[in-house]
Structures are given as structure tokens and as C-alpha cells.
């Protein structure tokens, strides 16, 4: 197990430098600079040599990506050109909204998925069973920011409710705090439950045919005993890689329930980046949430050998 992680970690160092890499020459790409949006704006210096010469945007590209990535190695990220505050400092006062996003997103999309997968295979082609599957399929069809507008017009229209446009901190307030981010993260977690549940559905039936649940029936343990023990553990591997990977891609793909519910986190801020042309911020949030995903994965990879003993790191 020791030398499988320490291999996985070894790959860590190329595959971040490959995603450093394809962030820096890639939103260079973008059409516009940020020395024209600066010199757009008031407070700014009006010669744009000079700016650019502030700003390290003069030297070749090449050099630029070797000083960004030397100073990354010693873990500074850069200055933001706009608000002139560490990256790093900015990303850690961000991190935590839309790390509790996600969380309870998951949270909810586990709370929902499971248990209906688990319901309709075990009564496969009953009329629950055509329910679960139909609100899967809407699940993964229906695009969340659409939910998330409907909702929000909706209540507005007949209850004259709108979310509240200051972000209340959990250690200041946590039911305030939590009153807030509820909504978001039930639709992230209704979305995200659809392909849970699909999953879990098919493993469950899979797992179901094995010659091992059939003894557990034929000795006439109880049913809640033969999904209890037979049944989920060896059923839930593959459901946890679902989890896994939503997960990750939920830490990076909070943009728009962000954006929409105005809330401070990581996703609003990349996306302000973007429209700014942000450099440092971007390349910022990108190394950070590459390096969650990865270890994210390696923690999944070593998960599995606790759920199958079967499996083994070779």
C-alpha cells in the first residue's frame, strides 16, 4: 500500500506541471489583455509599456512560466493584478463556501440517490421502480442553473422571496449561514443524484444475481440482511468512484449556483477572474483545485482496498 501511494504522489509532480502549463498558455490565448482593461480603467497608469513592465506581462513567455513556477514551488501563488491581495490568502477566505457547498450537496445527493437506487433494483419494474429511473433521466437532462432560476422567479413571484444578497459566514451565524446555502445545494445535490442513483441501481442489480446473495436467500436471512451484508459492500465500490469524481467536479463547478445565490466562494471568484483577465487568480484556482482532485482520487483508490479486501496494490 506504502509504495502504491508514494508511486501516485511521484505522478503528481508532471501531471500539475502539465496543468500549469495549459492554464498559463491558454487563457493568454483568451481575446482582450488585461493591460487594456487596466488602462480602461481610472487609477491606472496611462502608459501601457510601463503597466506591462509592472505587471511582469513584458518578459517572454517562457520566463514568465519559469518565475510563476518557481515562486509556486516556495507555495506563492502570486498577486492579483485587481485587488492586489495574495492569491493564496484570496483562495483560503473562499475556499470554505464553496467547500460547504459542496459538501452539502453531496450530502444531499447521497441522501437522495442511494436509497432510491437501492429501493428500485431491489423492486425492479414496479411502478416505483419506472418513477426512480424517470426522475433519474430528468435528473441528468435538466440543466441546474435553469432549476436554480425557476426556483428563485418562482418564489419571487408568489411568496416575494429573493436570496439574500450578503454572504452570512457559518461561525458567525450557522442557521443563517445554513438557511443560505440549502437551496443551492439541494438543486447541485438533486443533479448530482441522478447519476448516483443510476449507478447505484446497477450495481445493486448486478451484486443481486451473484451466487453468494442467493445462499444468503436460500438460508432465509431477511432481506435487510442480505442488502446489508452481502449486497452493499460489494456494490458500493464502483458508486463510490461516482462520489469521488462528483465531488471533485463539484469543488470546481460551483460557478453558477454561486454566481446565481451570490455567494463568495471559489467559483464566483475564477469566474470574475475570467471576465478580468485575472492571470495570477486563474492559474491560482486551477493549481488548487487540480491538486484537491488528484489527492481526492488517491484517497478514493485507497478507499477501495477497505470496502474489497480482493483488491490489492500492486
Known sequence: MSRYVLRRLMLLVPTLLLVTLLVFSI???LPGDIVTLMMSEQGYASDKAKLEQMMGLDRPFYR???????????????????????????????????LELALLAMFFGILIAVP??????????????????????????????????????????????????RYTPFTRDPVKNLSQLLLPALILGLAL???IMRMTRSMVLEVLRE???????????????????????????????????????????????ESIFVLPGMGKFLLDAITWRDYPVIQGINLFLATGIIGLNLVIDVVYGFLDPRIRFG
Open 193 to 195: 443524484s441522478a447519476s
Open 211 to 257: 451466487d453468494y446473495v442467493r445462499t444468503a436467500w436460500a438460508k432465509g436471512l431477511p432481506e435487510s440482511a442480505v442488502i446489508a451484508r452481502h449486497v452493499l459492500k460489494n456494490a458500493m465500490i464502483p458508486v463510490v468512484t461516482i462520489m469521488g469524481l462528483q465531488l471533485s467536479a463539484l469543488l470546481g463547478g460551483t460557478v453558477i449556483m
Open 116 to 165: 432510491t437506487g437501492i429501493f428500485s433494483a431491489v423492486r425492479q419494474d414496479t411502478w416505483l421502480d419506472y418513477l426512480f429511473r424517470t426522475g433519474a433521466i430528468g435528473g441528468l437532462s435538466i440543466p441546474g442553473f435553469w432549476t436554480a432560476t425557476v426556483v428563485i422567479v418562482g418564489a419571487s413571484i408568489w411568496w416575494q422571496w429573493v436570496p439574500p444578497m
Open 27 to 29: 487563457i493568454r490565448l
Open 64 to 98: 514568465q512560466y519559469l518565475t510563476y513556477l518557481g515562486h509556486a514551488l516556495q507555495g506563492d501563488l502570486g498577486v492579483s493584478f485587481w485587488t492586489k491581495e495574495p492569491v493564496l490568502d484570496e483562495i483560503l477566505r473562499r475556499l470554505p463556501v464553496s
